[in-house]
């Protein structure tokens, strides 16, 4: 399945790349060569040349270019599998240990991205969990209906809490700028290198040029799965959408009065959140088969956004405010949603499966599989408790799409019982 590679809102909002990526020199010899450039593949690149070794990063298309640069710019602790969820797979003392990991990647992310070199990553602190589902006694710090009304103005929303250490940023601002201090660090980092193919210590790009390396990493997304026997074993690209409003502040401060973002508790559910420029970023809908048309994705995020502020969409339509972006994108899932970080071989690695919640775990993975190549043999552990699973092809997408449409069936109901 591929994606509508429509162009997006953070391309045309994007901050030069101070870089030029190199040249490949025929039979150059590397420690390690890393396959992808979203922000788990800069990370393991990043840290390994921090300690010493010599890394190749090639990237099939433009660093960013894939699920890493095209989110909806959300950041906070956790995995996108549930805590409950990650106990059942692994044991609760693994799970504390991967939340604890989770913990670290957001702090990381966020020291990076409210420094001053990031000033164009335009990061705002604070994500707002939305319920709209009946009283949840068991939360603290909950705001009540009324409450809610200060930050976001919809009928069906009946709760919501404020997690003030997450944030909200332009991603694809952060990778260009991250990739500059890769390359700083001596990555040599290869753009627009097609596919790859591995024949022993030789990588070979499909544009002709090739190079050596004693070890392989596989930090590919959901762009690159089906080129890869072994990772299309164990990962499906599912697509997700988003679109972008023409600017409309005076609407958005009646609807949407808040500079954090905001995402619902569907079981397959809603973001959104007010972009510097005064439009409206809305994100929706999980597919592993669909493939959407861009104006099918407007016209989906229309049904959306009137579903959960209809009288927004009616002022929106009074002042002829449009969908000036629209998007998809494939993130690459397991069927238990948490990642792949290994060995696959005594020469190759891998690092894949952040969709959904990548922006801080992707990062913090890559830095332990940097630790773990450098000689620390413990600290990839807890990720090995993960079970590799098989998705079994198209049964596995037609099964997670069947999921998806399920969950969207309950949600539906419970919404509409309030239950």
Known sequence: MSAVYS??????????QSWQSSLVIQNKNFDFCIVGGGLAGLSCAYHLAEMGASVALCEHSMIGS??????????SAGWAAGSDQISRLVGPVVSKELASIGADGLKWMRARA?????AKVQPISGIISLGLRGYRPEINARLDETELKEFVVGPRYKWGKIDNEAFHFHPLNFLKIFSQEVVGHGVKVFENTGAVQVSGTEVCFSNGNRISAERMIWATGGYSIGKNSILKKFLLPIQTFICVTSPMPTILERHIPTKMALGDDRRAGNYFRRLPDDRLLWGMGVSALTQRSVDSIKRMG???????LPAMVEEMKRDNIKFDY???GLMAYASHFMPYVGKLSDRESILCGFGGHGMNTALIAGKRMALFLSGDPNILDPFLEIPRRNIFGLIGRLGAEFEYRRLSAIDYISETCGL
């Open 7 to 16: 162009r997006t809102w953070y391309d045309d909002t994007c901050v030069s």
């Open 66 to 75: 894939g699920a890493s640069g095209r989110n909806g710019g959300f950041c």
């Open 114 to 118: 409210f420094s001053a070199k990031y």
């Open 302 to 308: 229309w049904k959306n956004i009137k579903a959960h």
């Open 326 to 328: 629209a998007w998809s």
